[in-house]
Structure formats: C-alpha cells, structure tokens
C-alpha cells in the first residue's frame, strides 16, 4: 500500500523517532511541527519538512493540509486543544494517531468534528531504529482503509498489536515505558560492575554487550528465555547463586509494583 502524506505534530522525542523510521522506510512526503523554531531546526536539511508555531502561528493547520494520517506527538495535556486547533483544516479521510499517554478515545474524538477517525497508538522510542513495538486501538469513526494505513505506518517500524482502547495504557506500562527500564537495569548492573573493581567504561560494555547477545541469542535459537536462562544456570553454581538472590527479593514482585505505579500514574492523567 502506497502511505498517504504524514503529518507528525510535536516533534520531540518520541515524534523524531517516529520520523526517523519512517525515513529510513522510504517514506516520502513527511511533515513535522515543533513549538520553538531551534527545534524545528533540528530537521534543517533533512527529508522532512518542519515548521515551528514559533514562526508561524498556523503552522499546525498548514502541515495536516492534504496529510493523510495526522499524527499528534505533544504532551497529554496539550493534546485536546491541537486536536481543536486542527479539525476544521483536516483533509477528508484524514486518520489522526494520538499518542497521548492516559489519554482515552472519547475525548480525543469530542475535540475534533464528529466522524474524524482517531486511532491511539503507543510506540516506544526504538521505533527510530525501526525495532519498536506500537499498540493500537481503533476508535469508533475508524474505516477498513484508515486502519489499515495506519497498521502499514507503525509496521514499517517494528511489531504492530492491535488492542481496545482500555488496554493501551497497560500496554505503556510495559513497552512504551519499557526502554526506560531496561536502560535503568543496564546503569544498575554496570554500578554493580565498577563495585567489583572495572574501568566504569569497561563496565558499560560488558553489561550492554550481555543484554544485546542475550536477546540475539533469544531471536536467533527460537528458544524460551526459561530454557535458554536454565541453559546458564547449572545447579549450585555461581548463576544459581546470584539467581538465587533475585528470587529471595522477589524480583517478579518488584516489577510488578513499578508497572502498577506506571497504571496509577496513566489513570491520574485520563483523570485530569
Ligand atoms: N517518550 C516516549 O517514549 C513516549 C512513549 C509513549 C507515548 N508518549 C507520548 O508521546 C507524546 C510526546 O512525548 P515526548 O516524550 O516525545 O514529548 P516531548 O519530547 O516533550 O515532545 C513534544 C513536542 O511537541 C512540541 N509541541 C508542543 N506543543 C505543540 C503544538 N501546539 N504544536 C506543535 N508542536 C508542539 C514540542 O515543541 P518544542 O520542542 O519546541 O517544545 C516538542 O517538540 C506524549 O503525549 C507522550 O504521552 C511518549
């Protein structure tokens, strides 16, 4: 399927990453909008076409002009007043893709004109190397042909699940939020490290260099993480010891409480 023109407004973290992959999947015709003219400065000379509200006030209304999927990348907060913003400039057909955390389908649609499609979407931040996950739930003006162009879109940047409305704020506690944790384990393990004596550097690569040969290892064997984990744990031995240790803390508890902190945090911003 040919992608219609994207629009991208909020090009911060998670909306560059999400124009990243897209260009390197040969997306053509890519828009963006920043608030501040330094951020849309970043994109100068790049394949995107960015413009900031800073410079001009109607940059948003222009960028949706003729976007086949709008993409609305700002803060929660801000999100229902661009959605008002944009509604009257949107072309027909059109498929706007929220990415608000806690931010359900209803007032999304109440803030634009009745039958806009809305698709929530939550990627995570690998979707700039193409190697994302992005949940999806359809709204209810959502056609066969918006949905399935929007499904084209994330899929060319990583794993696509489709999923209701309620479930896309458990599934930002998982992979949305996810890199974050496993950049917080990688910085506590080569803490770990530098307390057994290495070179902070050294430290860095050896942990960093574990997780990505482990997970390859995973992808390439087709094997569980429980085999492939047992494979490396011979009993009484010093994996089994330190298993041991993540097992007498609970571990599985402990993740299990930062995601249902994550839920909480989602369910005070729907509330807002
Ligand atoms: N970061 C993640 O991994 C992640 C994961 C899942 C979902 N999300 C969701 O993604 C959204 C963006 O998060 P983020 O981390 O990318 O935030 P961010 O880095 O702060 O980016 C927000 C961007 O929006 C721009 N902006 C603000 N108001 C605007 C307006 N009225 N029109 C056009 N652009 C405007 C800002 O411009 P300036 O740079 O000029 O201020 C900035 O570039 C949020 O709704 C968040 O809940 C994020």
């Not at 929660?76 to 706007?96: D, F, K, M, N, Y």
């Amino acid at each position: 399927m040919a992608l219609p023109p994207i629009a991208v407004l909020g090009g911060g973290n998670l909306g560059s990453a999400i124009l990243t992959g897209l260009t390197d999947a040969g997306v053509q015709d890519l828009r963006v909008t920043t608030r501040s003219a330094a951020s849309a400065a970043r994109y100068a000379g790049g394949p995107v076409t960015a413009a900031a509200l800073e410079d001009d006030p109607d940059a948003n209304r222009r960028a949706v002009a003729g976007a086949g999927i709008v993409i609305s990348g700002v803060k929660p907060a801000g999100t229902p007043e661009l959605l008002r913003t944009i509604g009257p400039a949107l072309a027909p057909g059109a498929v706007i893709v929220s990415l608000a955390v806690g931010t359900p389908l209803a007032p999304l649609e109440a803030a634009l004109p009745a039958g806009v499609q809305v698709v929530r979407a939550m990627p995570n931040t690998p979707v700039r190397v193409r190697r994302g996950v992005t949940g999806l739930a359809r709204g209810s003006a959502v056609t066969d042909t918006g949905f399935a162009a929007v499904q084209e879109a994330f899929g060319l940047l990583g794993e696509v699940v489709v999923l209701d409305d309620g479930a896309i704020d458990r599934i930002s506690t998982i992979s949305g939020s996810g890199p974050a944790y496993v950049y917080l384990l990688l910085e506590r393990f080569a803490d770990a490290a530098v307390g057994l004596g290495f070179e902070r550097g050294d430290a860095e690569r050896a942990v960093a260099q574990t997780f990505a040969g482990a997970l390859a290892l995973l992808d390439a064997s087709g094997a569980t993480p429980t085999s492939l984990r047992r494979a490396v744990t011979s009993p009484g031995g010093t994996t089994a010891a330190a298993v041991a240790v993540f097992e007498e803390r609970d571990l599985g508890g402990l993740i299990a409480d930062a995601l249902a902190g994550a839920l909480r945090r989602a369910d005070e911003l729907a509330a807002r």
